[in-house]
């Protein structure tokens, strides 16, 4: 399948999403590790693609989603950031606020 | 010219208004002397009303290719008034690398 359309179709399909360097269980980026840390204390439910083991999607996304970097969050289709913005919206509480609204 | 270089010119001409601070921490990775992590934090009025996705990929898109010759930069950008808000922008996770 078409790279692109694939990458469209993840992050339509699942409301919350996370590009990430490995998996929430063994992240394999300090960067991946804390907006995984950030998600977990919201009591977020939410879906992963492990770039490092899909080479492909990680040099598309980027021109998907106009972001350079990894860890990538989308929520309701939208990008949300990267670690730093993730972390600052889970600070503030924002974060918890827009995951709880795609929850229920 | 240095990587750490290339950054700071590209954001002084591109937010002359800003004040801003360009810290290499690549001491944490990928070891001394290197330039692989750079953490910024960046205040300036033009942050005033613009998301913070909208901040981060101006950011990204006036810093153009010299993005892709690193690892990772991490970006706190704030306003003013943000800024006044906090003690200091937070901390860079340390290296998850075994």
């Known amino acids: 399948m078409d790279i692109i359309k694939k990458i469209k179709e993840q992050i339509s399909e699942n409301d919350i999403l996370l590009y990430m360097k490995g998996s929430p269980y063994e992240p394999q980026c300090g960067f991946s590790a804390k907006t995984v840390q950030a998600l977990i204390e919201c009591e977020a439910e939410f879906s992963y693609v492990d770039i490092l083991s899909n080479p492909e999607i990680r040099s598309s996304l980027p021109d998907v989603s106009e972001w350079p970097t990894f860890p990538q969050l989308f929520v309701n289709g939208e990008l949300v950031g990267g670690c730093d913005i993730v972390t600052q919206m889970h600070s503030t509480g924002e974060l918890k606020k827009l995951i709880d609204q795609t929850t229920n | ?98």
């Open chain 2, 1 to 98: 010219m240095s990587t750490e270089h290339v950054i700071r010119e590209t954001l002084e001409s591109a937010y002359p208004e800003a004040t801003f601070d360009l810290i290499n921490e690549s001491h944490m990775h990928s070891g001394n002397s290197t330039e692989s992590h750079f953490k910024l934090i960046i205040v300036d009025e033009r942050f005033n009303e613009l998301p913070l996705i909208s901040r981060h990929k101006d950011i990204y898109k006036n810093l153009g290719e010299v993005i892709k010759t690193f690892h990772a930069l991490a970006i706190h950008a704030y306003t003013k008034e943000e800024y006044s808000k906090i003690a200091h922008a937070p901390k860079s996770p340390n290296c998850s690398k075994k």
